[in-house]
């Protein structure tokens, strides 16, 4: 069976600090691969897919970045925080080749905690 | 652009009553349409999973619908229990992209 990680589960930063969340999926190879940010009185927003190792799409602009150094590792960094990367943020996974399809199941991770100060 | 609205944002009931969460979304062009729950803190767990071309999926006591042509779901949950309580969302797909867009929720408490 298939399961993802997320982890620090919580973290607390300064502004102005680098940020780096990692996110790691176990039994599947090429996952596709997502961050999503869920921030206080919004909905779930995604941030950047990828469907495979170095190919990483971002759907808003902001001040994050994303990286897929090994097919089941997704990373999401900063160079500098600000007060609005405070959120929950969360990984999800679904099963290659179905991104096309309507049956493309996506199965999130228990999320990290983030807030800035 | 998408655009998905969840009808109530928040639903108190005592346990064992039937209930229904609303979903709307502006864009009928959809792949799939997802319901997931959500408990405090923790990460999205999918229900169910309609695609364009049904009607509804029932899982347990859970069965939600599709009505693609008015832009609509409903997830309707059986003999509500305490246990139930948490956030539901829906989710949909559009066929124009690779993103779920997002409503923003209902939160249901259940109380016994």
């Not at chain 1, 973290?11 to 780096?20: A, D, I, M, N, Y």
């Not at chain 2, 969840?6 to 799939?32: H, K, M, R």
């Not at chain 2, 609509?72 to 229990?81: E, K």
């Amino acid at each position: 069976s298939q399961t993802i990680h997320q982890w620090p589960a919580t973290l607390v930063q300064p502004v102005g600090s680098p940020l780096s969340l990692e996110c790691t999926v176990e039994g599947t190879s090429n996952p596709n691969l997502y961050w999503y940010r869920q921030a206080a009185g919004r909905g779930l927003q995604l941030l950047f897919y990828s469907v495979g190792i170095g190919q990483i799409s971002s759907e808003v602009p902001q001040n994050l970045s994303a990286s897929r150094p090994q097919d089941r590792q997704f990373i999401l960094s900063s160079k500098k925080l600000l007060l609005s990367d405070s959120g929950f943020y969360l990984c999800a996974w679904s099963f290659s080749g179905r991104m096309g399809s309507g049956t493309d199941t996506q199965y999130f991770g228990p999320g990290t905690r983030l807030t800035v100060l | 652009k998408q655009e998905v609205t969840q009808i109530p944002a928040a639903l108190s009931v005592p346990e064992g009553e039937n209930l229904v969460l609303n979903c709307s979304f502006t864009d009928s062009a959809i792949y799939n349409l997802q319901w997931f729950r959500q408990d405090p803190g923790k990460g999205l767990t999918s229900l169910l999973l309609i695609q364009s071309s049904q009607r509804e999926q029932t899982s347990g006591r859970l069965n939600a619908s599709l009505d693609k042509s008015s832009g609509r779901s409903t997830l309707y949950i059986a003999a509500s229990q305490p246990g139930d309580s948490a956030t539901y969302l829906c989710a949909v797909k559009s066929n124009a992209g690779n993103m779920l867009t997002f409503g923003g929720g209902t939160r249901l408490m259940v109380k016994p």
